[in-house]
């Protein structure tokens, strides 16, 4: 078998980033990373203020794991690196409030069920990422994030829905996500155009993020509030 057939062969997966201007991708990424810090700030304020998590638990769970595994076990390249270590310590503290008021999310587990249901699914996160990372070959975490953006975009709409109320939620918030995760999806698609796996997850998120929005947004008219006026 020759070496062309073997490289016919290779998944999408193998396939090097394209060499693309970098201009959009770069514009794009930094507006994730702006956008998500902002993200953070107002979560942890909501957090603070409310007393209830701005975040589904299980969700900042995964996120926390993402970021420790670019950060330490495969670091990322420097630039992403530098903004992991602003974004581990945020996601830290919104991580420990969220396991702290998250209980009533789960109405029908008990406190220690709703223990061991943090413990095993933040153990399986912290594995899962590195996993992941070594299955795919993917240093990059391009495969991990978008499996990590689904699954926390599709837990917001559990949260709204379990919770039956705004609390913890704002339309802000639930705007600036869908600008980080369109924002990542550009960057994405122009550096790995052949990757349809990667694809279908994005436009999932995207999705998942217009479907919370517009039933958030009911909520907000159902409750007699102005979706605006909640910072």
């Known amino acids: 078998m020759t070496p062309m057939t073997l490289a016919a062969e290779l998944p999408p997966v193998m ?9 959009v991708p770069t514009v794009a990424f930094a ?3 702006i956008c998500t810090f902002a993200v953070y700030i107002m979560m942890l304020r909501l957090e603070i203020k409310e007393k209830v998590p701005a975040i589904p638990v299980l969700a900042v769970c995964a996120n926390v794991a993402w970021e420790i595994t670019y ?3 495969y670091p990322i390249y420097p630039q ?3 903004t992991l270590y602003f974004w581990i310590p945020l996601n830290l503290v919104i991580l420990f409030l969220a396991v702290k008021y998250g209980r009533r999310d789960f109405p029908t587990v008990s406190g ?6 943090i413990a095993g699914w933040s153990l399986f996160a912290l594995t899962f990422m590195p996993l992941a990372t070594r299955e795919f070959d993917d240093r990059l975490g391009v495969y991990t994030t978008v499996f990590v953006v689904v699954f926390m975009e599709a837990m917001f709409i559990k949260m709204l829905l379990t ?27 122009i550096f790995y ?8 997850m994005i436009a999932a998120e995207v999705v ?24």
């Open 112 to 117: 220690r069920g709703y223990g061991w249901l």
């Open 71 to 73: 950060a330490f076990i």
């Open 193 to 200: 155009p052949n990757r349809w796996l990667v694809h279908q």
């Open 163 to 189: 919770r039956g109320s705004t609390a913890g939620q704002t339309m802000y918030i639930a705007i600036l996500k869908t600008v980080v995760d369109v924002s990542g999806a550009i960057g994405l698609i």
């Open 208 to 231: 998942l993020d217009i479907v919370y929005i517009v039933l958030l947004y009911r909520r907000f008219r159902a409750e007699g509030a102005s979706p605006w006026r909640k910072i």
């Open 15 to 23: 396939d090097p980033r394209q060499h693309a201007d970098a201009l």
């Open 80 to 82: 992403m690196r530098i």
């Open 31 to 33: 507006i994730v990373g």
